[in-house]
Every structure is written in C-alpha cells, then in structure tokens.
C-alpha cells in the first residue's frame, strides 16, 4: 500500500457500519482517537469522528 495516505479521518453519523469499516480497515491503519460530536441537539444522532494513522510508516 504504497499510496495510501498517512492519515485518514473518518467521520460518520453511523456507529455500526463505522465499526464494521473500521474493522476491515485495521490491517493498515490504527484508530489513534474517536471523539463524538452532537451536532443535533435534542435527538438521538451523534457524529463520530475518528483519526486513523497508517501502520508501519
């Protein structure tokens, strides 16, 4: 993976399908933060946002 940039953010309104993705991703990046973010107050939806960093660089 010789083109695959350095970091990666990921930011994402489903937890689920992020874990999921995040998990097909861990061969080549680590998640190095996550920070929620609510964006809509009042409701049930948070943002997640997440900080990958390649592995082995």
Same mark, same amino acid.
């Given at each position: 993976m010789e083109t695959a940039p350095e970091k990666?953010?990921? !930011?994402s309104c489903n937890p689920a399908t992020q874990?999921?993705?995040l998990a097909l991703m861990d061969e080549f990046y680590k998640v190095?933060?996550?920070q929620p !973010?609510?964006?809509?107050?009042?409701?049930h939806h948070v943002e997640n946002v997440?900080?990958?960093?390649?592995r082995g660089v």
């Open positions: 990666v953010v990921y !930011v874990a999921r993705d190095t933060r996550i !973010v609510d964006m809509f107050p009042h409701t997440v900080l990958l960093e390649r």
